[in-house]
């Protein structure tokens, strides 16, 4: 599917899980898929697994200005 939301990884590139991005965001599961699928926040597919730019959820920890 495309996704205009593209972010670049290097191999320095942190990945969070789902469930520490839950910890950092205080969000719930359903919630943060609607983030993904708003183009809130950039996932990254590695296989089966989800994960999430360290820098994005940061980002969005950040107060709106």
Do not use: H, Q
């Amino acid at each position: 599917c495309a996704n205009s939301n593209i972010v670049r990884l290097t191999v320095t590139t942190k990945l969070l899980r789902v469930n520490e991005v839950l910890d950092r965001l205080a969000i719930s599961r359903s919630t943060l898929y609607e983030l993904t699928k708003a183009g809130r926040l950039p996932v990254v597919r590695l296989g089966r697994a989800t994960r999430f730019p360290a820098e994005a959820v940061a980002e969005l920890m950040k107060p709106a200005s």
